[in-house]
């Protein structure tokens, strides 16, 4: 089962990347089809022309590719295989912790864990593309019916991904806040010049830089750094609280059968967090994948 929800994760992973160098490749070709419409405007005769073609190129390439790479089926197809591989793995930490339901013997354990992933997959409506796939599984089953294994495997190894994602997310946010920063400048910086020298040709430009800037900023917004940075900050500090109360001492005298009910309530309040986490950012991506960050020419002035 183990290397079956990492076919599903090898998988979703390629086709975001996908989604985001297409989306990438679209803001580039607009932005440098918008240069290249301002500069044919101030060339003359063959390089005028040259340059007025490869910026209707580039501009027209923009909605083929954000379509072919980008496009609302793309981004359906990477959630639901991330879902189905963030619900195989789901059902494979509750079987490594030992908790109801997979608290029977370990035949029946291991035989329900194939049953409930067999029924994850069928019902999934989709199979992993062979070209998304590749490799051998890297992970191996820790001992099952330990909560220490799920801690190791699921909770710790899920609070990193979190904290290394946010911090990955607000360094996009800076950079594109420097990004904004520059071309604000630029643009004041050259409406100064205009002003001071009435230089026809920097008019032109000011505007165009404007227009990248509010390109790049439509980009950032699409991108939903901000919402994903604090989620996964969110929902690393929720499972840090879990397992850090569920790790206190429990009073003398408690019950087999309490310690056995608080490890299932541990489980089911981890799994919780991380399942509300993946639905929030499902539902968002799936209520965006039809909007394409706009490029420059299509930015107001």
């Known amino acids: 089962m183990i290397a079956a929800q990492q076919r599903w ?33 101030q ?20 909605p083929i590719v954000a379509g072919f790479f980008a496009g609302p089926e793309r981004t359906r197809t990477w959630t639901q295989l991330r879902s189905v591989s963030e619900r195989i793995r789901a059902e494979i930490s509750v079987y490594l912790a030992g908790v109801s339901p997979y608290d029977g013997s370990p035949a029946e354990r291991a035989r329900q864990l194939l049953d409930n992933g067999e029924k994850i997959q069928q019902d999934a409506g989709i199979d992993p593309p062979a070209a998304l796939v590749s490799g051998p599984p890297s992970q191996r089953l820790p001992e099952a019916g330990s909560l220490d294994a799920y801690v190791t495997y699921r909770v710790d190894d899920q609070i990193g991904y979190y ?15 420097w990004a904004g920063l520059a071309t604000s400048l630029a643009a004041a910086v050259l409406g100064a010049l205009e002003a001071a020298t009435g230089g026809a040709a920097l008019t032109a430009w000011a505007p165009v830089i404007t227009m990248v800037g509010a390109s790049v900023g439509s980009y ?8 994903d940075a604090r989620a ?7 499972l840090r609280f879990l397992r850090d109360r569920w790790r206190l001492p429990l009073p003398a005298g408690t019950s087999a059968a309490e310690r056995a009910r608080l490890d299932t309530v541990f489980v089911t309040g981890c799994e919780e967090a991380i399942a509300i986490e993946n639905q929030t950012w499902t539902a968002r991506w799936n209520a965006d994948g039809s909007v394409t960050p706009a490029s420059p020419a299509e930015q107001p002035a």
């Open 163 to 177: 904290e290394s994602q946010a911090a990955a997310a607000e360094r996009h946010i800076i950079q594109f806040q």
């Open 220 to 227: 950032a917004a699409a991108s939903r750094y901000e919402d």
């Open 9 to 41: 994760s090898v998988a979703a992973t390629k086709a975001k990347q996908r989604i985001r160098r297409g989306r990438r490749a679209a803001l580039g070709l607009g932005v440098a089809g918008t240069v290249l419409v301002t500069a044919a405007a």
């Open 43 to 62: 060339a003359d005769g063959s390089v005028g022309r040259v340059l007025a073609g490869l910026a209707a190129a580039a501009l027209a390439s923009v």
């Open 232 to 238: 996964y900050k969110q929902t690393a500090r929720r």
